[in-house]
């Protein structure tokens, strides 16, 4: 993906910037995908048509809720060694522990990316 500083046309900058025999198009930014910049990495270009795959949508989405979770692990697990240590109960800690685990598991559900964008650790 490019985008055009102005100094040269856009199809000069094609020119320069595309290897030889690699199929490239120009598309208007307004033709892109509205608000979905955080699933860039999930767009697909068909004959200069610019969409989401889900499933890659899916994909980048868990990345992101394990990354989120990590440190939320490692609150939990502090919990849990304190509450071992005084004799508490750890049956919350444990249950969020498990929250935490299967986050990810949840995007296997969603159909849209909004559903993508509400998960959240």
């Known amino acids: 993906m490019c985008v055009p500083t102005g100094e040269l046309p856009i199809e000069q900058v094609q020119a320069k910037d595309i290897p030889a ?8 930014k307004t033709t892109l995908p509205e608000d979905s910049y955080d699933f ?8 200069g048509v610019v969409t989401i795959n889900l499933e ?6 868990k990345t992101r809720l394990r990354t989120e979770r990590e440190s939320l692990l490692t609150a939990q697990d502090v919990l849990f060694q304190r509450a071992l240590e005084i004799g508490g109960s750890t049956a919350k800690i444990v249950a969020e522990k498990q929250r935490l685990r299967d986050l990810p598991l949840l995007t296997d559900s969603c159909t849209t990316l909004a559903e993508l ?5």
Do not use: D, P, Y
């Open 21 to 28: 025999g690699v199929q490239s198009f120009i598309v208007e």
């Open 40 to 47: 860039f990495n999930a767009w697909e270009q068909v004959e």
């Open 56 to 61: 890659k949508a899916k994909t980048l989405t």
């Open 117 to 121: 964008r509400a998960l959240h650790a």
